[in-house]
């Protein structure tokens, strides 16, 4: 028996719900969310999203996943903290509201002394680069996600491209969890 990989997911609408249940299959992934409600239907095994594959997942495959509201619970031991909250576009301003992801890398990073953080969120060029400079850390990376809603876990299962910004080991070993994942 393998040892599994604890990985925090923070976030539980498309991109985070899909990769949770992606990531649940071979790790132990904890989702941390505000919401008492989608805390309550992960821990339910129900999804948070309209998605046939995730429901369908979430039914009948056993996963290792569980929800919670808790923070310090959360990152305590996790190899890998995702972020997945929302980044609206202010068309007003047209600018990325980012405000929700540089907190939770504040957070992360003060609570988890090792782990890696890896924003699937939408940013603006440069937005992580400028956070590895104000946290003074290369613990903090970019993985772009291509999922459509409705389709995000197919679209994990079978990726067209995997892409992770690092040359770390670490971080070519969060590439492979999302390749263990995947079906293709």
């Given at each position: 028996?393998?040892?599994?990989?604890?990985?925090?997911?923070?976030?539980?609408?498309?991109?985070?719900?899909?990769?949770?249940?992606?990531?649940?299959?071979?790790?132990?992934?904890?989702?941390?969310?505000?919401?008492?409600?989608?805390?309550?239907?992960?821990?339910?095994?129900?999804?948070?999203?309209?998605?046939?594959?995730?429901?369908?997942?979430?039914a009948?495959?056993?996963?290792s996943?569980?929800?919670?509201?808790?923070?310090?619970?959360?990152?305590?031991?996790?190899?890998?903290?995702?972020?997945?909250?929302?980044?609206?576009?202010?068309?007003?301003?047209?600018?990325?509201?980012?405000?929700?992801?540089?907190?939770?890398v504040?957070?992360?990073?003060?609570?988890?002394?090792?782990?890696?953080?890896?924003?699937?969120?939408?940013?603006?060029?440069?937005?992580?680069?400028?956070?590895?400079?104000?946290?003074?850390t290369?613990?903090?990376?970019?993985?772009?996600?291509?999922?459509?809603?409705?389709?995000?876990l197919?679209d994990?299962?079978?990726?067209?491209?995997?892409?992770v910004?690092?040359?770390?080991?670490?971080?070519?070993?969060?590439?492979?969890?999302?390749?263990?994942?995947?079906?293709?």
């Amino acid at each position: 028996m393998t040892n599994k990989t604890k990985i925090t997911v923070v976030g539980s609408g498309y991109v985070g719900m899909s990769l949770s249940v992606l990531l649940a299959q071979h790790n132990d992934v904890t989702v941390l969310d505000i919401d008492f409600e989608k805390v309550d239907s992960i821990n339910n095994q129900l999804s948070t999203v309209a998605d046939a594959e995730i429901e369908v997942f979430l039914a009948e495959k056993l996963l290792s996943l569980n929800a919670t509201l808790d923070k310090k619970l959360a990152y305590e031991g996790a190899s890998f903290i995702i972020i997945a909250t929302p980044t609206n576009y202010d068309t007003d301003t047209h600018r990325f509201d980012t405000s929700s992801v540089d907190s939770v890398v504040e957070e992360a990073l003060a609570l988890n002394q090792s782990a890696l953080v890896v924003i699937k969120s939408t940013v603006p060029v440069g937005h992580t680069q400028s956070l590895q400079e104000k946290f003074q850390t290369d613990r903090v990376i970019f993985s772009p996600e291509f999922l459509r809603e409705g389709r995000a876990l197919k679209d994990n299962l079978y990726p067209s491209r995997i892409i992770v910004g690092s040359e770390c080991s670490t971080g070519e070993k969060f590439a492979d969890l999302l390749k263990q994942g995947a079906e293709k």
